[in-house]
């Protein structure tokens, strides 16, 4: 091997030593002697105030592939360097003159050779872990999966390096894809991180006249003449490089920077007193082939620790006069040239960072393209719906109107996205501000109805008409109830927590709307009654709350914003996941507040029917007729019977039969006859009302006929039936009564409020 | 990615063509007599080829080759695989050879010596089985006992022809655009099989291999056991063919456990000064390349510089020498690779840029996979 002072390779600072005495130095020093990769070719450390120690070696790497594209040897001599101070990070320096640049890389001035960057996490982190034997199993590592392109493939050379530097630019999509156009400009602005030791800059794409952002002089961007896809360099280090590097590969520098600077400079001057820092961009478009189109835009950008004034004066370009760079007299026609003071002008790369869009949120969150790209309407934007938006808006699914005529009152604030400064806003305007603020300008596509989710409002009907998702996060009853008769609408979905914020829903229309949310519903209370789970489902119905204003509806519940978090991500993403699926669902999930835990429930969805009696419509499932024709089948030869629950929507004239409860233990029941008995009965109904936070209850009887009977009512039916509207009449309600025979089920309903005979 | 794959087997020779559509070759198999034995060095053959098979949900190979049909190139082959031409060689976990590759010497008795191992007689009886039925088997060269054989068996040699490659041929059924592989064949030549009582060494099979992937192309010398004036011969006749490339390698197989034979005549004292024409197939490596030597350590003593079985240390500083000059990589030795108290195979893996060997697992990584020393009372026997 030649000495370390041979030409090929970079010379190393430090005296040469016979041993080290840095505790990570000497690790590594022990662990290269008994791994017969390493071969140790000297020592060095530095004793003055930089205190380093430098481990120079041979690596052999059998992993790196023999004829690998990135340039990467069998043999690399590496200088591993580590500051006495343990606290700063072990470098790793390529000494080969000709070492490739490759990816994963720290940017390095000129006359220092490559530095690998080993580690992803930060140098606390690794020291935990670190041995001298993970170090240098980490450069071979290293060594081989940068030779063998894990991450680009040989036939996809890098076109950047990705560096390390100390500033990071963050820039619009946009400029790199279409460039600029018309009198739109890119202006910079610097972040509060920006200080001497770097920092991030941001910059944006206005519009001419808008008023300037107190960095755009400091930035000349430009698009240069196409380079043909290929070989990667190192970013140059001071302008003449750079344009040598460009006029190398058949592009021109010099002519785009004179005219970038010169339109900066004009009319008004450039002031000279911000002349510290400035930036150059270059946008450069690559093509795959010489004469081929433009594959795709790169965007390099350079720090340059001068103003653009100053630099305008060492191309001979401005001239500075009363504290600002006017452009200089052109004399003459000659081809211009870089004068040497601006070649040699030092311009350090600079880590350019892709601006955020909905398209990459959907990236960075996981959410498909395809299934993002939607047109959705929310009615309401309290706290659960303000809770939806933001986390479906920040991960780019969906493009949202927001329905919701409430304003920001003060009792909003702990449990809502809105701001104390947004008293007395439009909670959708509110909300559709936060989100859009969340993207660059125009990103984002939302819109915000102030009105009332009031579908007899033919202009509301046709909004939502023309959505592809309607989702109800409203909490009330009549607003998905009013959504469910509606034919004109998309399919629909209701999302709440329940009274207690302990538990939350999700109720889905399948994509046809074969089964409406008002089916869903109903079915919904079924479970409820049925499952364990029901008991305290709803729990906590009107109990805790207390008033907030004057009137009866500033009602407002005690509810913890982190049971909203919670079951906000919770909804947003189930509902997020199920829509992707053409079903109809029913899915409850329950926190456990001791715990933590939560649990899942699905309620099974059955296909609905509904029968029309008078001016009512039934609405009833076939869990409901097959749960009868279980029941009769269970007694027979002797009829049964029971009562049957639900609720009675006076607005739509729906009535919507919950369920059907067995015989009491103390009816009389045989072959030609049934007498419902009350043995439990008013305790059973008392429960289910409790359960269903008070809406389901008593709807009307039901029994069976024996084998060979009809469903037609009896004699004796039709006395019971005219028994029950006398006594439901005090209530308002009609009498709904269901006959179950072997063949077919028959509906009667006798409303003595309306008395119109007897329907079935 | 193709994986080549040298198994340590002591002085014998063991090794696996793995190509990425999956299909398997095997060159030679031992199973050393005391393979088995978790201390001695040498690899439990047997196992570990079930244990990639059964990976692979696979009971067969594509193809078995036996270079020669010397002890330490079949050693309990016979036992491994599944033979067709007697029931007693078959049984439910027998390894079943898709296609067997043997040199012409192997078919035909006359060319066996007295001191032909039992194994051997048996795969001459396959062989001549699969031959003569016309299935499974290639035969390499194709001397005139061959026909003269054949015909005794009631077949024409013509209908047998697509089962025979001669030296110069490409091996039918492989290629680089089906298969990233083809297989161009040196040895053994006609010549050496007429030549009467021959050395089956003389005979054993030579191989060019040339791996693609992605169009990068990687050439592996594959050598059985062959002597320095066979090699040589066939270095001149393929200059004289214009065939150079065809001696490039990447990979060489060195023959015979690095014995001196196969560079020259005579050992030397420090270096084994190879024959020219040897020497010429020596500067055909290529950058970055490795030379395997499938023998037990080779050790830098006295003793070694004497001993007459090899591996000769002699012939190592050779390939050593000659390997720097071409700016190769590495002289690798199959018993010593890791460990030589339980070497590891050496995986050479052929990818689109170029060959590497496999990552190396090591420290807790590699405690998963292996069974440490015994833990256990102290061998004590002055106490019993």
Not at chain 1, 592 to 610: H, I, K, M, N, Y
């Amino acid at each position: 091997m030649p000495p370390a002072s041979d030409s090929a390779y970079y010379e190393l600072g430090g005296e040469r030593c016979d041993e080290l005495t840095g505790r990570l130095a000497a690790a590594v020093v022990q662990a290269c002697e008994s791994d017969p990769r390493f071969t140790i070719v000297e020592l060095r450390a530095a004793r003055d105030d930089k205190s380093f120690e430098i481990v120079v070696v041979d690596c052999k790497c059998h992993e790196v592939p023999s004829k690998n594209a990135v340039g990467i040897q069998f043999i690399e001599r590496l200088a591993l360097m580590f500051c006495l101070d343990e606290s700063r990070a072990p470098e790793t320096f390529a000494l080969r003159k000709d070492f490739p640049a490759t990816e994963h890389q720290n940017a390095t001035l000129e006359g220092v050779p490559a530095s690998l960057c080993l580690y992803f996490e930060p140098w606390a982190t690794v020291a935990r872990t670190w041995t001298g034997a993970s170090h240098i199993q980490r450069i071979v590592v290293w060594l081989s999966e940068v030779a063998a392109g894990t991450l680009h493939r040989a036939d996809q050379p890098v076109e950047q390096l990705y560096f390390n530097s100390r500033y990071e630019l963050v820039l619009p999509a946009e400029f790199r894809e279409t460039g600029l156009t018309g009198d739109r400009v890119l202006r910079l602005f610097k972040t509060a991180s920006v200080d001497n030791d770097g920092g991030l800059l941001v910059s944006r794409v206005v519009s001419a006249d808008e008023a300037g952002g107190d960095d755009t002089a400091s930035c000349a961007y430009m698009t240069v003449g196409p380079v043909v896809s290929g070989v990667v360099e190192r970013p140059a280090t001071t302008l003449g490089r750079l344009a040598a590097q460009l006029r190398d590969r058949g592009s021109d520098l010099v002519i785009p920077l004179v005219d970038a600077i010169n339109t900066v400079a004009e009319p008004s001057g450039l002031s000279a007193k911000r002349n510290n820092l400035s930036l150059l961009i270059l946008r450069i478009p690559i093509l795959r082939e010489a004469g081929g189109a433009v594959e795709h835009y790169q965007v390099q950008a350079f720090v340059v620790e001068q103003g653009l004034g100053a630099l305008g004066e060492a191309m001979e370009l401005l001239l500075l006069s009363e504290g600002a760079y006017y452009r200089a007299p052109v004399i003459g026609q000659s081809p211009y040239e870089l004068p040497d003071d601006a070649l040699a002008v030092s311009i350090e790369p600079l880590t350019v960072v892709e601006d955020l869009s909905q398209e990459k949120a959907r990236k960075l969150t996981g959410v498909a393209d395809d299934a993002a790209d939607f047109a959705g309407a929310i009615l309401g934007v309290g706290s659960l719906g303000s809770q939806l938006l933001n986390l479906w808006g920040r991960e780019g699914w969906g493009r949202w109107t927001l329905v919701d005529h409430d304003i920001i009152k003060p009792h909003n604030i702990p449990r809502h996205t809105a701001l104390y400064d947004s008293i007395g806003e439009y909670k959708v305007k509110h909300v559709a501000e936060l989100l859009a603020s969340s993207f660059p300008k125009d990103e984002l596509e939302i819109g915000a109805m102030p009105t009332q989710a009031n579908l007899s409002d033919p202009g509301m009907l046709q909004a939502l008409g023309s959505r592809d998702l309607v989702v109800d996060a409203s909490t009330t009853l009549h607003i998905p109830r009013d959504l469910a008769s509606e034919d004109s609408l998309p399919r629909v979905a209701s999302v709440f927590l329940t009274p207690s914020g302990q538990d939350c829903v999700v109720l889905l229309e399948d994509t046809t709307r074969e089964l409406r949310i008002d089916q869903i519903e109903m079915q919904y209370y079924r479970s409820i009654i049925r499952e364990v789970w029901g008991g305290a489902h709803l729990k906590g119905h009107l109990s805790k709350s207390f008033w907030v204003g004057a009137g009866c509806r500033e009602v407002t519940t005690v509810l913890s914003p982190e049971m909203i978090a919670i079951h906000g991500g919770q909804i947003a993403r189930r509902l997020r996941l199920l829509s992707q699926e053409p079903y109809a669902a029913a899915h409850v999930w329950r926190h456990d507040d001791r715990s933590g835990d939560v649990s899942a429930e699905e309620v099974l969805l059955r296909p609905c029917t509904t029968t029309t009696c008078g001016d009512w419509i039934i609405v009833w499932d076939e869990g409901l007729r097959d749960h009868v024709a279980r029941l009769r089948q269970e007694n027979l030869p002797i009829e049964t019977g029971g009562v049957l629950v639900g609720y009675a929507d006076q607005q739509s004239r729906k009535a919507y039969i919950v369920d059907a409860l067995p015989a009491p233990a103390d009816s009389f029941q045989s072959p030609t006859s049934f007498e419902r008995g009350t043995y439990g009965l008013a305790a059973d109904i008392q429960e289910i009302g409790d359960r269903t936070a008070g809406i389901v209850g008593y709807l009307g009887e039901w029994h069976s006929h024996p084998k060979g009977s009809s469903s037609d009512p009896s004699g004796d039916d039709l006395i019971q039936l005219t028994f029950l509207a006398d006594q439901l009449c005090v209530d308002g309600q009609p009498a709904f009564m269901l006959i179950a025979a072997e063949e077919s089920m028959s509906f009667l309903m006798m409303d003595q409020i309306n008395p119109s005979g007897m329907y079935e | 990615m193709h994986k080549l794959t040298f198994y340590p087997v002591g002085n014998g020779d063991s090794s696996q063509i793995h190509l990425a559509n999956g299909k398997r070759l095997l060159f030679d198999f031992r199973q050393h007599s005391q393979a088995s034995d978790s201390e001695h060095p040498t690899i439990d053959l047997d196992r570990r080829l079930r244990e990639e098979l059964a990976a692979d949900k696979r009971s067969d190979v594509d193809v078995f080759a036996i270079t020669h049909g010397d002890k330490d190139h079949i050693e309990g082959s016979t036992e491994f695989f599944e033979l067709d031409h007697a029931a007693k060689y078959q049984g439910k976990d027998r390894i079943k050879v898709k296609e067997l590759w043997v040199p012409a010497a192997l078919v035909l008795d006359s060319f066996a010596k007295d001191s032909e191992p039992h194994e051997a007689k048996i795969w001459r009886q396959e062989a001549r089985h699969r031959l003569i039925e016309g299935y499974g088997v290639r035969v390499f060269s194709k001397p005139a006992k061959l026909k003269a054989f054949l015909e005794s068996k009631g077949v024409s040699l013509e209908s047998r022809e697509h089962l025979i490659t001669d030296a110069g041929e490409l091996v039918p059924g492989f290629s680089l655009a089906t298969d990233g592989v083809e297989f161009f064949c040196h040895s053994p030549f006609i010549k050496h099989c007429d030549e009467g009582e021959i050395q089956r060494n003389a005979s054993a099979l030579i191989f060019q291999v040339r791996l693609s992937v992605d169009g990068t192309v990687t050439n592996y010398f594959a050598v059985g056991d062959s002597e320095s004036d066979v090699l040589g011969e066939i270095v001149e006749i393929t200059e004289a063919k214009g065939n150079d490339d065809r001696l490039d390698w990447d990979i060489y197989n060195i023959p015979h456990h690095c014995s001196y034979l196969a560079l020259g005549p005579d050992k030397g004292k420090n270096s084994t000064q190879p024959t020219d024409p040897v020497d010429r197939l020596l500067e055909h490596g290529q950058r970055d390349a490795y030379v395997i030597s499938s023998s037990w350590p080779i050790k830098n003593d006295k003793l070694a510089y004497e001993q007459t079985q090899p591996p000769h240390v002699q012939a190592k500083n050779t390939y050593v020498r000659r390997l720097e000059d071409v700016d190769g990589r590495e002289f690798m030795v199959t018993m010593e690779h890791k460990s030589e108290t339980k070497p590891q195979p050496i995986e050479i893996q052929v990818t689109g840029s170029g060959v590497k060997l496999s990552a190396a697992i090591g420290g807790a990584a590699i405690l998963v996979h292996e069974r440490p020393p015994r833990a256990g009372v102290p061998y004590a026997p002055c106490f019993r």
